[in-house]
């Protein structure tokens, strides 16, 4: 397993703004990974927080969508949020406020957004864009978010709606139009606005229509990403949803094992979540990955002790089923026990522009 290389760019932003305890962590967590440690001394530089675990629509391939979802579906309070970040903020570098639902159905997201921004932390937010409106573009803009993602897959309303089901396309574009027109009324220059489009069977047809129509709204970026419909090897009622475009494909020939692709190159086998993020779900539930959903997939909650979590027999497991490739040893109540998801975490600039952990195909431009 090769080690992530310290980003000697972010190492220099940290130090030259004075954000020491970043940098020592930063320096500290990737130190640990390239020994592969299992019991760590620094603390997790990204996380993700689901500020809800919620959402109206009705997506074929989401757990909560499908309303599958095992744990109760709930926003987080903000109270809770602000205990997390009092203790994580000083060493984080980016926050994912988002993991399941919808984040814009919590009514406290501005709040968490702006409280992360107290701690010098890039936010990063995951919407469908179905809960915003004029008055409230403006103020997530003034919260001080760095990016939005707009999850909007397609350009016309029927290819839309065959996989964000009760989703309504004009809706959705009047709002990302909304956040793109206060950034200019306010003079910001985030947060940087991207229109992110799962490419299916049924909207591949759409992707120049959906060009035209990011230019024309005045969005910062407009990716194509590859959809995911399961673990390979797939059935024939999943192998319908992929789209015929190899570079809008995240699997193999015929579904062959899974494969995540920045561009046509494969991303190594090697997963460095455990050491350096974690997941926190609304009822403050830790787990290693945003993959976890059922509650046996638990690592602790963060009402208790930070490190006793962090540091716990659980994360403990998690970090030598990677170290060992024991693949053999199959914990039921462990997903890094069987794991087979290629992923490779990296730290964000916090002014520069960041690709998912999945990672997009290259596009011409446009």
């Known amino acids: 397993m090769s080690a992530s290389p310290l980003d000697r760019e972010l190492m220099k932003f940290l130090w030259d703004r004075g954000l020491y305890r970043k940098l020592l962590n930063y320096v500290v967590t990737n130190v640990q990974y390239r020994r592969l440690s299992t019991f760590l001394w620094s603390y997790p530089y990204q996380i993700f927080i689901d500020p809800s675990s919620r959402c109206t629509l009705q997506c074929p391939f989401c757990a909560v969508g499908t309303r599958s979802y095992p744990k109760p579906m709930k926003d987080m309070p903000l109270a809770a949020f602000k205990r997390l970040m009092s203790e994580l ?7 994912e406020l988002f993991i399941k639902g919808e984040p814009l159905m919590n009514k406290d997201i501005y ?5 992360c921004k107290r701690y010098r932390v890039f936010t990063r937010v995951s919407s469908n864009m179905q809960f915003l409106s004029k008055e409230l573009a403006e103020k997530i803009v003034l919260s001080g978010l760095d990016h939005l993602l707009a999850s909007i897959d397609g350009a016309t309303q029927a290819s839309y709606e065959a996989y964000r089901k009760g989703g309504d396309l004009e809706l959705a574009l009047s709002n990302m139009r909304h956040v793109v027109e206060a950034k200019r009324r306010l003079g910001r220059s985030n947060p940087r606005v991207e229109w992110k489009y799962i490419v299916f069977s049924h ?3 759409e992707l120049d229509l959906a060009r035209k129509m990011a230019a024309e709204i005045g969005v910062d970026d407009l990716c194509f990403v590859p959809a995911f419909v399961g673990d390979a090897p797939l059935n024939a009622a999943q192998e319908k949803w992929l789209p015929a475009d190899p570079r809008y494909r995240m699997y193999g020939d015929a579904g062959a094992n899974l494969e995540k692709t920045v561009g046509n190159r494969q991303i190594e086998d090697t997963c460095n979540l455990p050491w350096m993020s974690l997941s926190v779900d609304p009822l403050s539930n830790v787990q290693t990955c945003c993959r976890c959903n059922e509650p046996q997939h638990d690592h602790g909650r963060m009402k208790r002790a930070f490190w006793r979590v962090w540091n716990g027999k659980r994360f403990r497991d998690s970090r030598r089923y990677i170290r060992d490739r024991r693949r053999v040893e199959n914990d039921p109540t462990n997903l890094c026990s069987t794991c ?3 992923s490779s975490l990296n730290a964000v600039l ?5 690709k998912s952990l999945i990672g ?3 596009l011409p431009p446009r």
Request: negative net charge; glycine residues 4%; contains cysteine.
């Open 89 to 95: 903020g000083p060493y984080l570098l980016v926050a």
């Open 350 to 354: 916090p002014f520069e522009f960041e």
């Open 111 to 115: 709040e968490m957004i702006a409280c």
């Open 340 to 342: 087979t998801a290629k």
């Open 360 to 362: 997009y195909p290259e």
């Open 203 to 205: 909207n591949e047809a």
